[in-house]
């Protein structure tokens, strides 16, 4: 039995999570969330803000004290603390869960999430910032699927696979389940961590304020998408709001543009919603993907609002069943909409045949 030791963050984690500079009070913080304007989220909003769409969040559990989140947090699963995952000593999944979904303290006062009106479904797979439960995170995943998670964010892991939970993710994906993870940070990882690395999971690269690649956001031919990553002001489980770093932040923020998504096109499959995603991201870098930016950073205003052709038909899978490597599909982009399509199929219907695991990508400042 394949069992990676898993971590909620990766190593020493814990001690890089520092306050802000300066006392991040309840109405300045909208002020400080600079990623609100960066992707124009207040007029996204005007769009869709994630009504009836659930997010599993698998983390350390959630604070169910946390102002920004009241409403918004349903009973989840926990087999640490066995408190419906409503306890995080931790304050990453606090954090994770804020960012997606935080309605504020009032009309411009307090966090603003992603997707203000998406329910938070809180996976407890850990209580601090070295260990979690491997077989927690297996069942968690499938128990979010089955209580009707729509998306899953998962802003950690490891550097190698684990068969069942490789089974796990694939399962989530084939059951119509938009999954998100991050890509990992540097210098605690080299190279794109699992469950990014794998077809069909949306790996999240880090951009800065300016939108260029964040320097703590690993690179690989496996990233699909970037999204904000320096500096993001979160609430803490502890009543503080914290500065972080690190694509577990990124992670987080497209996890709510797919709730945006999934919202506002509610008959869209999983595949179609990121098939969205990628093909209306803002291009950065070379033209067309490239192994920084993916297929660009998300742009949740084009997502829910371009006229984007849909997928063609999935294509017959090879006679062995053998899914087409990631790395051979990570071709730029072209213009033209069939080979964009072309490409994105083959990313997407691999997914029924390759296993997903989880990786933790993120940093705290």
Sequence with gaps: MNRPRRSLAVAAAATLWLLAAQPAWADNIRDQEWYLTYLHIPEAQQISQGDGVTVA?????????????????????????????????????????????????????????????????????????????????????GWAVDHGAKVINLSFGAARAGTEEEKAVRDAIAADVVVVAGVGNQPEVSQVAYPAKYPGVVAVAGVDQNGNHADVSVTGPEVVLSAPAVDILAPHADGQYLNGTGTSDAT????????????????????????????????????GRDDQYGYGIVNPVAALTADVPPLPPSPTASPTGAATSPTNIAAPRASSPTVLIGILVAVLVAAASVGLVILRARTRR
Excluded at 254 to 278: I, M
């Design 57 to 141: 969040v698998v983390d350390s559990g959630v604070n169910p004290n946390q102002p920004e989140l009241a409403g918004n947090l349903l009973p989840g699963f926990d087999n640490v603390a066995l408190d419906r995952g409503w306890s995080d000593d931790f304050g990453h999944g606090t954090a994770m869960s804020c960012l997606i979904a935080a309605h504020g303290t009032g009309a411009s006062s307090g966090a603003l999430g992603i997707a203000p009106k998406a329910k938070i479904l809180p996976v407890k797979v850990g209580d601090d910032a070295e260990t979690n439960n491997y077989d927690y995170i297996v069942q968690g995943i």
């Design 252 to 287: 987080a923020i497209v996890s709510g543009v797919a709730a945006l998504v999934r919202a506002k096109y509610p008959n869209l499959s999983a595949a179609e919603v990121v098939h969205r995603l990628t093909a209306t991201a803002t291009d950065k870098g070379p033209p």
